[in-house]
């Protein structure tokens, strides 16, 4: 879905930004601008700042940034458009559709309120099973059984479905409404020709509501009082739940999850109910499914930290190796991603009634990393004592080395896995990228060996095919002409869109609030992004046509490719995501260097800005040591 940017921006000029955190954040008047406690980073004093007049907040602890639209974004995970219609529909506005013949805008309108009725039918649900739950002594002593209080069951909206075939047509008077089969709310069964017949899907269960990160119910998970089976049951895919995509307790986990600085992925409901319970509130879980890229993505939107907590048994091996699978496309450089296996007969709850929460967080703080967890995983069944084992080692390890983005992780990872094979780097890279072998002893034209030991490449031929830069050798001494720093932040984006991905989300904010054309070109990139994924500059370029910011483009790309970097953006793999951290990092000093400024002219009236001016000093003191060379 493409939306103008002229909406975009009449939308950001009715909306209030302080009425828009004002309803996740308690603010409090404080001169000019609103203050009140970063929602992004546990914090004791106030500093986080939304100012009425510029409709921008701004946090001068952990340097979160931006407008209403990424305010939604970052707090409550939603992408751009999903951010976009929210606040359009708070204001009564119409999202206009580009590229969309009447047919088209007329189908998505009746999927819209299709599933805006599939939400409030398993809202209605959801309701008469809280109600049911405190009128069952035996429900209620199940989940105090479990260690669980009234507070965390109200919190996580649970509920007990009773047992018996019909008891939602208690709720819905229309039992035949086929909104309770599409919700899957209900069972239709023909057996041997006779009448249908329909009944309630969840008898007689513990019910876990499922959410998504705007807090509507879009599904159900139930658990069994006793040891019937199947112990959970999972409501059915349907147009507004889909198990691929979502996590239980991601909505209530939130916030949470942005103080502790992690998030914790379980393998059931209950561990994230009992991890809240027991002050693990940052805990949420997959929808008896294995963990997907796409679940990943989702829990990236609101942390650079996930911790996998698994049983330590064979099946919590293959579900670890799975998660591993959905991880490594979103394993960045400035991402963690743990693996953390406990001992086979416990699960978290189990292990931190056991041995306390110390215990855990120390366990936590332990688990193992991606780069060690992806070497083991490859290494199974492999006997490294024999060269036949190391060369299965290199097979097994070779698709789950290419998934990994381009970056330092990757390329310390190809040494790491040369160094379990018995093998140089480069030799692995040969081996990988199926180049023909060498006659023993030879060495690569220009390349040195000491000792046995690799010196350095001499040129470009000795990398991996997919590390080269296909810009011709005869252009990789041409000169831009002199840029900006957001010219040269824009030049690489729009070559490499993939970097977006990397970038933090303050910095998708403070290139979005740079002045037009810069501004409006990043707004536009990130809607492209959200809505398309990566494209080349191909695409792109066919898609600015019209746009106020095309020619600015147009120009910073005729440069670019006229100096000989067509799409690669300098060719050795993570050089080009390393000089946009840079980038950043420089735009970042400018920015905080502002700041201070303004810090400093506030600081005779306002006393909170002595504290707001040495925050911003730390951490121009921290932004700048990180660009010292070692």
Same mark, same amino acid.
């Given at each position: 879905?493409?939306?103008?940017q002229?909406?975009? &921006?009449?939308?950001?000029?009715?909306?209030?930004?302080?009425?828009v955190?004002?309803?996740?954040?308690?603010?409090k008047?404080?001169?000019?601008?609103?203050?009140?406690?970063?929602?992004?980073?546990g914090?004791?004093?106030?500093?986080?700042?939304?100012?009425?007049?510029?409709?921008?907040?701004?946090?001068?602890?952990?340097?979160?940034?931006?407008?209403?639209?990424?305010?939604?974004?970052?707090?409550?995970?939603?992408?751009?458009?999903?951010?976009?219609?929210?606040?359009?529909?708070q204001?009564?506005? %119409?999202?206009?559709?580009?590229e969309?013949?009447?047919?088209?805008?007329?189908?998505?309108?009746?999927?819209?309120?299709?599933?805006? &009725?599939? &939400?409030?039918?398993?809202?209605?649900?959801?309701?008469a099973?809280?109600?049911?739950?405190?009128?069952?002594?035996?429900?209620?002593?199940?989940?105090?059984?479990?260690?669980?209080?009234?507070?965390? !069951?109200?919190?996580?909206?649970?509920?007990?479905?009773p047992?018996? $075939?019909?008891?939602?047509?208690?709720?819905?008077p229309?039992?035949?409404?086929?909104?309770? =089969?599409?919700?899957?709310?209900?069972?239709?069964?023909t057996?041997?020709?006779?009448? !249908?017949?329909?009944?309630d899907?969840?008898r007689?269960?513990?019910?876990?509501?499922?959410?998504?990160?705007?807090?509507e119910?879009?599904?159900?998970?139930?658990?069994?009082?006793?040891?019937?089976?199947?112990?959970?049951?999972?409501?059915?895919?349907?147009?507004?739940?889909?198990?691929?995509?979502?996590?239980y307790?991601?909505?209530?986990?939130?916030?949470?999850?942005?103080?502790?600085?992690?998030?914790?992925?379980?393998?059931?409901?209950?561990?994230?109910?009992?991890l809240?319970?027991?002050?693990?509130?940052?805990?949420?879980?997959?929808?008896?499914?294995?963990?997907?890229?796409?679940?990943?993505?989702?829990?990236?939107?609101? &942390?650079?930290?996930?911790?996998?907590?698994?049983?330590g048994?064979?099946?919590?091996?293959?579900?670890?190796?799975?998660?591993? *699978?959905?991880?490594?496309?979103?394993? /960045?450089?400035?991402?963690?991603?743990?693996?953390?296996? =406990?001992?086979?007969?416990?699960?978290?709850d189990?292990?931190?009634?056991?041995?306390?929460?110390?215990?855990?967080?120390?366990?936590?703080?332990?688990?193992?990393?991606?780069?060690?967890f992806?070497?083991?995983?490859?290494s199974?069944?492999?006997?490294?004592?024999?060269?036949?084992?190391?060369?299965?080692l290199?097979?097994?390890? #070779?698709? =789950? $080395?290419?998934?990994?983005?381009?970056?330092?992780?990757?390329?310390?990872?190809?040494?790491?896995i040369?160094?379990?094979? %018995?093998?140089?780097?480069?030799?692995?890279?040969?081996?990988?990228?199926?180049?023909?072998?060498?006659?023993?002893?030879?060495?690569?034209?220009?390349?040195?060996?000491?000792n046995?030991?690799?010196?350095?490449?001499?040129?470009?031929?000795?990398?991996?095919?997919?590390?080269?830069?296909t810009?011709?050798?005869?252009?990789?001494?041409?000169?831009?002409?002199?840029?900006?720093?957001?010219?040269?932040?824009a030049r690489?984006?729009?070559?490499?869109?993939?970097l977006?991905?990397?970038?933090?989300?303050e910095?998708?904010?403070?290139l979005?609030?740079?002045?037009?054309?810069?501004?409006?070109?990043?707004?536009?990139?990130?809607?492209?992004?959200?809505?398309?994924?990566?494209?080349?500059?191909?695409?792109?370029?066919? %898609?600015?046509?019209?746009?106020?910011?095309?020619?600015?483009?147009?120009?910073?790309?005729?440069?670019?490719?006229?100096?000989?970097? !067509?799409? /690669?953006?300098?060719?050795?793999?993570?050089?080009?995501?390393?000089?946009?951290?840079?980038?950043?990092?420089?735009?970042l000093?400018?920015?905080?260097?502002?700041?201070? #400024?303004?810090?400093?002219? %506030?600081?005779?009236? *306002?006393?909170?800005?002595?504290?707001?001016?040495?925050?911003?000093?730390?951490?121009?003191?921290?932004?700048?040591?990180?660009?010292?060379?070692?």
């Amino acid at each position: 879905m493409a939306i103008p940017q002229s909406f975009i &921006t009449e939308l950001l000029s009715r909306v209030d930004v302080v009425e828009v955190v004002g309803r996740y954040v308690q603010l409090k008047k404080g001169g000019a601008n609103f203050m009140g406690l970063c929602p992004f980073h546990g914090e004791k004093s106030p500093s986080f700042s939304v100012s009425p007049t510029k409709q921008f907040y701004h946090c001068f602890g952990c340097g979160k940034n931006g407008n209403a639209i990424s305010f939604l974004m970052d707090h409550a995970g939603m992408n751009f458009v999903e951010a976009v219609k929210e606040l359009a529909g708070q204001i009564g506005l %119409q999202v206009p559709e580009e590229e969309r013949s009447p047919q088209e805008r007329e189908r998505a309108a009746a999927e819209r309120q299709k599933q805006a &009725t599939l &939400t409030d039918v398993l809202e209605k649900a959801g309701e008469a099973w809280r109600k049911q739950l405190k009128g069952s002594p035996r429900a209620v002593a199940y989940l105090k059984g479990r260690g669980l209080s009234g507070e965390i !069951a109200r919190r996580f909206g649970l509920g007990y479905a009773p047992d018996g $075939w019909h008891g939602l047509a208690s709720v819905f008077p229309a039992y035949d409404d086929p909104l309770l =089969l599409e919700s899957g709310l209900v069972i239709v069964a023909t057996e041997d020709g006779s009448e !249908a017949r329909r009944y309630d899907r969840f008898r007689d269960r513990i019910m876990f509501p499922i959410r998504n990160v705007k807090g509507e119910c879009i599904g159900f998970g139930g658990r069994v009082l006793g040891d019937e089976k199947p112990k959970y049951l999972n409501s059915p895919e349907t147009p507004v739940f889909h198990k691929g995509r979502e996590l239980y307790g991601l909505f209530e986990a939130r916030q949470a999850l942005r103080e502790a600085g992690y998030v914790l992925v379980t393998e059931g409901y209950m561990d994230v109910v009992a991890l809240a319970q027991l002050g693990f509130p940052n805990a949420v879980a997959t929808l008896g499914t294995a963990c997907t890229p796409e679940h990943v993505q989702k829990l990236f939107r609101f &942390t650079d930290s996930v911790v996998f907590s698994f049983d330590g048994d064979a099946a919590g091996r293959r579900a670890a190796r799975k998660a591993l *699978d959905g991880a490594l496309p979103h394993a /960045t450089d400035v991402r963690t991603v743990k693996f953390l296996f =406990l001992p086979a007969e416990h699960d978290p709850d189990s292990f931190i009634r056991e041995f306390g929460n110390d215990a855990f967080a120390r366990c936590v703080s332990e688990a193992v990393p991606l780069s060690r967890f992806l070497i083991e995983a490859a290494s199974e069944g492999c006997d490294l004592a024999t060269a036949e084992g190391r060369a299965h080692l290199a097979s097994n390890a #070779k698709p =789950l $080395w290419n998934a990994l983005p381009e970056g330092a992780l990757k390329r310390q990872l190809l040494g790491d896995i040369a160094e379990q094979v %018995q093998l140089h780097a480069r030799e692995l890279s040969d081996v990988w990228s199926d180049k023909p072998a060498r006659a023993p002893g030879a060495v690569r034209p220009g390349r040195k060996y000491q000792n046995d030991s690799y010196q350095g490449p001499s040129d470009d031929g000795d990398w991996p095919k997919s590390f080269k830069s296909t810009a011709p050798r005869s252009n990789l001494g041409a000169r831009l002409r002199p840029a900006s720093r957001a010219d040269h932040a824009a030049r690489l984006l729009l070559s490499r869109m993939d970097l977006w991905d990397a970038l933090t989300a303050e910095d998708h904010a403070m290139l979005c609030e740079l002045p037009p054309p810069h501004g409006t070109l990043f707004v536009w990139l990130d809607h492209q992004f959200h809505d398309q994924g990566a494209l080349p500059w191909g695409q792109l370029r066919d %898609q600015l046509a019209g746009r106020d910011f095309e020619a600015k483009a147009q120009e910073l790309m005729g440069d670019y490719l006229g100096a000989g970097f !067509a799409g /690669t953006a300098g060719g050795e793999p993570g050089e080009a995501s390393r000089e946009l951290r840079g980038l950043m990092n420089l735009l970042l000093i400018d920015r905080i260097a502002r700041l201070e #400024k303004e810090a400093v002219a %506030q600081a005779s009236n *306002d006393p909170a800005a002595l504290d707001r001016l040495r925050a911003l000093h730390e951490r121009r003191r921290i932004l700048s040591a990180a660009r010292q060379p070692d």
